[in-house]
């Protein structure tokens, strides 16, 4: 695409708006800017252009310029209300010190399109260039009441620490990785995301959504927006919820019947858990027996897990480990009088058993011995002594609702 014949012809170039939809009451809360050019009786996207190097930046600023105030233009004469996300990469805002787009805003602010309406949108690339000034920049735009997303966070995990620095509002994340990582990899690098969103207070926008398993996908970690081909096209017109591909709120009850039924499954196999352990309980006779206990303990569990003990509520074991191998259970002495107290959650579960007398399932986490992702099971055998049942990843895998 010839940067000459698309700066020559401005008055070919309209913007589409691509929706961005709201996971609180499924509706339609803004649009990202796009632009097209036509071409003899076809409209080609603008992509190419802004995506090439080699064409100077002054350019795609004007390019920029041109579809951001005909969007403006239209917004406001639909009155429609809602978000406008525009796309800027660090080179484009720096020009002229990000002055020009500034000037153009606050232009748009007294005809009525609120400052606060706006979603700048970065990539999480350009944080490589000269972050300290593109981050000052943002900053000053952020007083103004302008808002700002970081694009394909998560695509380089360097970048965290100045994203918080930044303090976006918007994360947007592209569903394109999903299929690209194993569910283990994804699922870790989503949880520091959720994370690091949740300590920053900014919200999480799937972006690229084009099928319903990364449509639940995205509502399951906690995505606020969503965004992609599955729900809408890029158009020249202001689509309407009425206008959606699918009808999010009948996809949300559907996620929802879904997430009730595998919690209610786990909790199911919590009670049974909790049953076998009770029905032992007689057989308790304090630390100096821990082990004897425990060697009862394994004929009941021996499909579920791979290793248990016992520690006091301090943390300490006062038993061996015992562990399966090769079908065999098999005792470890040496493991007696490890601290556990230093791992995150365990005082604080063992707090809830003891308040609540009942058992507790963990989150999924990698074990550092077999790399494995497992789950423990603990339970309260008296006020200060607790049993923990490592849970092995096959019997997991086996039963969803326990990998949720």
């Known amino acids: 695409m010839d940067p000459f014949d698309v700066i020559g012809n401005l008055h070919n170039i309209k913007p589409v708006f691509q929706p961005v939809i709201g996971a609180i009451d499924h509706d339609v809360i803004g649009y990202e800017v796009l632009g097209r050019i036509q071409d003899e009786d076809r409209w ?15 350019f795609k600023e004007e390019v920029d310029q041109h579809l951001l105030k005909l969007a403006m233009d239209e917004m406001l004469e639909m009155e429609k209300d809602g978000m406008l996300f525009i796309n800027r990469n660090a080179s484009q805002l720096l020009v002229n010190d990000g002055e020009a787009l500034l000037e153009t805003l606050l232009l748009y602010d007294q005809k009525g399109f609120h400052l606060n309406r706006v979603v ?9 260039e000269d972050f300290e000034t593109l981050g000052h920049l943002l900053l000053y735009y952020k007083t103004y009441g302008i808002q700002v997303a970081v694009d394909h966070v998560g695509a380089k995990s360097s970048n965290i620490d100045r994203i918080r620095q930044l303090e976006p509002h918007i994360l947007k994340i592209d569903s394109g990785i999903i299929r690209k990582h194993n569910g283990d990899e994804f699922q870790d690098v989503m949880f520091s995301l959720s994370m690091l969103a949740h300590r920053i207070g900014a919200a999480l926008l799937f972006e690229n959504i084009e099928d319903d398993f990364q449509l639940y996908f995205a509502w399951k970690n906690g995505s606020r927006y969503y965004q992609g081909y ?3 096209y890029p158009s020249f017109d ?9 009808d999010l709120s009948e996809k949300v009850k559907r996620y929802v019947h879904r997430q009730r039924t595998l919690i209610e499954e786990r909790l199911l196999f919590v009670r049974q858990w909790e049953e076998k352990v009770k029905g032992l309980l007689v057989k308790w006779e304090g630390p100096k027996k821990a082990d004897t206990f425990i060697a009862e303990v394994t004929d009941l569990f021996d499909e579920e897990s791979f290793r248990m003990f016992v520690c006091n509520g301090e943390g300490q074991q006062v038993s061996a480990n015992f562990r399966k191998r090769d079908s065999e259970w098999q005792m470890e002495p040496h493991k007696k009088g490890s601290n556990w107290a230093f791992r995150p959650y365990f005082l604080e579960n063992v707090m809830r058993m003891k308040a609540w007398n009942t058992g507790l399932l963990s989150d999924l986490y990698s074990d550092i011995e077999t790399k494995e992702m497992v789950r423990t099971f603990s339970f309260p055998l008296t006020d200060t002594h607790f049993l923990f049942i490592d849970l092995r990843y096959a019997y997991l895998y086996n039963h969803e609702c326990l990998l949720q």
């Open 120 to 128: 700048i949108e970065v990539t999480e690339h350009d944080f490589d």
């Open 238 to 246: 202001l689509v309407e919820k009425e206008s959606l591909a699918v």
């Open 230 to 232: 599955y729900l809408a």
């Open 44 to 58: 080609k996207s603008l992509g190419p252009f802004f995506q090439d190097e080699d064409v100077p930046e002054e």
